[in-house]
């Protein structure tokens, strides 16, 4: 029910009515500044990568695609900005392809470590350690459920580069939290 709300209001703003995005807006905007915060972890950054991911909102509500939810759509607009932050900051580091191909997919036994510690703040913190590459791979791993082929794609990188920040990410997420 809330999804098809969503949707009458980005086809209100792509009208041009403005309480529709104010609504839109109000909805979401903990989140979209609280996705970018944890991700930037710099106030002013993650401000201005909520207010141009709101801007991105308006500027494309006309080519909103019902392929899936207007929270999804959202996020992944943030999302972006956040990459091109880093990338921007040079935080971001692609890995070589030839190196990693060969390494198992971990997604599902990142699925159960995070099932099994999900409100731990042990977690938050083995979590906040991680490179910014492996937290937003894994955050479109498990948070918008994307495979290791969609994530490669959105980002611009090997699905080998994927498979590694996983891997790494698992890595040092089970050694944060003692995990074998």
């Known amino acids: 029910m809330a999804n098809d709300q969503d949707l009458i209001l980005i086809k209100l703003i792509s009208e041009g009515d403005s309480k529709s995005f104010e609504s839109l807006m109000l909805k979401y905007q903990k989140l979209v500044y609280g996705y970018?915060?944890?991700?930037?972890?710099?106030?002013?950054?993650?401000?201005?990568?909520?207010?141009?991911?709101?801007?991105?909102v308006i500027k494309n509500s006309q080519?909103?695609?019902?392929?899936?939810?207007?929270?999804a759509w959202i996020l992944s607009i943030t999302r972006n900005l956040v990459i091109d932050e880093f990338r921007q900051s040079k935080k971001w580091v692609e890995l070589e392809?030839?190196?990693?191909?060969?390494?198992?997919?971990?997604?599902?036994?990142?699925?159960?470590?995070?099932?099994?510690?999900?409100?731990?703040?042990?977690?938050?913190?083995?979590?906040?350690?991680?490179?910014?590459?492996?937290?937003?791979?894994?955050?479109?791993?498990?948070?918008?459920?994307?495979?290791?082929s969609e994530v490669a794609v959105k980002l611009?990188?090997?699905?080998?580069?994927?498979?590694?920040?996983?891997?790494?990410?698992?890595?040092?997420?089970?050694?944060a939290l003692g995990v074998k």
């Open 36 to 56: 970018s915060f944890k991700m930037l972890k710099d106030k002013q950054k993650a401000e201005d990568v909520t207010q141009e991911a709101w801007m991105r």
């Open 97 to 148: 392809d030839e190196k990693w191909d060969a390494i198992e997919d971990t997604q599902s036994d990142l699925e159960s470590l995070f099932a099994e510690h999900e409100r731990g703040e042990a977690l938050k913190a083995a979590f906040e350690g991680l490179a910014e590459n492996q937290k937003i791979i894994l955050s479109m791993v498990l948070i918008e459920e994307l495979n290791q």
């Open 63 to 71: 080519n909103f695609k019902q392929t899936g939810s207007v929270k």
């Open 156 to 175: 611009g990188i090997s699905v080998g580069a994927v498979k590694a920040s996983l891997f790494r990410a698992r890595e040092s997420l089970k050694k």
